[in-house]
């Protein structure tokens, strides 16, 4: 009995060990993270609202071309499409078109669901995913599920207001960590499911 119960909590020890070690090295690559190639063109860019700089940042990238159409997924029903191109006021201007906004995602999976119809739809295969760093990995997550077959360059955006000094950073760290391990542990049991093309559908 007593055997048993030093090898519970050895197994306990290890495992709080292990998820500790997960903590900190995602809450230093949440720090560390630069964005994939950043010169590189792709079909598309992706932006799911939720996070400080994410738009303004989408706005950029498709200001200096390095797409030919931008998609924000998450935006809110009364927002629309001139709403967010006065948000940008930089040079070069916005390409005259093609901004598309998705207004029915609340969540990343949500978000990676709508992406999923909007990029099968177009026929797409790169996209750039802009996110907030500490969000990448989960949405990247999600996104990758998603969009089997799909090049998804990652465009992380720092935070610049705080860092680990800052409780915030801690309590928004934490909870993405977990909320990664949940969904990676679901995702592990779910098959992808091959993108719908034009073709399919005749």
């Given at each position: 009995?007593?055997?048993?119960i030093?090898?519970?909590?050895?197994?306990l020890?290890?495992?709080?060990?292990?998820?500790?070690?997960?903590?900190?090295?995602?809450?230093v690559?949440a720090?560390?993270?630069?964005?994939?190639?950043?010169?590189?063109?792709?079909?598309?860019?992706?932006v799911p609202t939720?996070?400080n700089?994410?738009?303004?940042?989408?706005?950029?990238?498709?200001?200096?071309?390095?797409?030919?159409?931008?998609?924000?997924s998450?935006?809110?029903p009364k927002?629309?499409?001139w709403?967010?191109?006065?948000?940008?006021?930089g040079?070069?201007?916005l390409?005259?078109?093609?901004?598309?906004?998705?207004?029915?995602?609340?969540?990343t999976?949500?978000n990676?669901?709508?992406a999923?119809?909007?990029?099968?739809?177009?026929?797409?295969?790169?996209?750039?995913l802009?996110?907030?760093?500490?969000?990448?990995?989960?949405?990247?997550l999600e996104?990758r599920?998603?969009?089997?077959?799909i090049e998804?360059i990652?465009?992380p955006?720092?935070?610049?207001?705080?860092?680990?000094t800052d409780?915030?950073?801690?309590?928004?760290?934490?909870?993405?960590?977990?909320?990664?391990l949940?969904?990676g542990?679901l995702?592990s049991?779910t098959p992808?499911?091959k993108?719908e093309?034009k073709e399919?559908?005749?």
């Amino acid at each position: 009995m007593l055997k048993t119960i030093k090898m519970i909590a050895l197994a306990l020890v290890g495992t709080i060990f292990l998820w500790l070690a997960g903590y900190v090295a995602f809450s230093v690559s949440a720090l560390a993270a630069k964005a994939q190639h950043p010169g590189e063109t792709t079909d598309a860019i992706i932006v799911p609202t939720g996070g400080n700089n994410r738009v303004k940042t989408g706005l950029e990238l498709f200001a200096q071309g390095r797409a030919s159409h931008l998609f924000i997924s998450g935006v809110n029903p009364k927002t629309t499409k001139w709403e967010i191109m006065k948000l940008w006021d930089g040079e070069p201007a916005l390409p005259p078109c093609c901004l598309t906004l998705g207004h029915e995602a609340e969540t990343t999976r949500e978000n990676a669901q709508e992406a999923r119809k909007w990029v099968s739809e177009h026929e797409y295969t790169s996209v750039r995913l802009v996110t907030s760093g500490y969000h990448m990995s989960r949405a990247l997550l999600e996104f990758r599920h998603a969009l089997p077959g799909i090049e998804i360059i990652k465009h992380p955006v720092p935070y610049k207001d705080y860092g680990p000094t800052d409780k915030r950073f801690w309590t928004i760290t934490f909870s993405e960590y977990n909320k990664r391990l949940y969904r990676g542990f679901l995702l592990s049991f779910t098959p992808k499911e091959k993108l719908e093309t034009k073709e399919d559908d005749e």
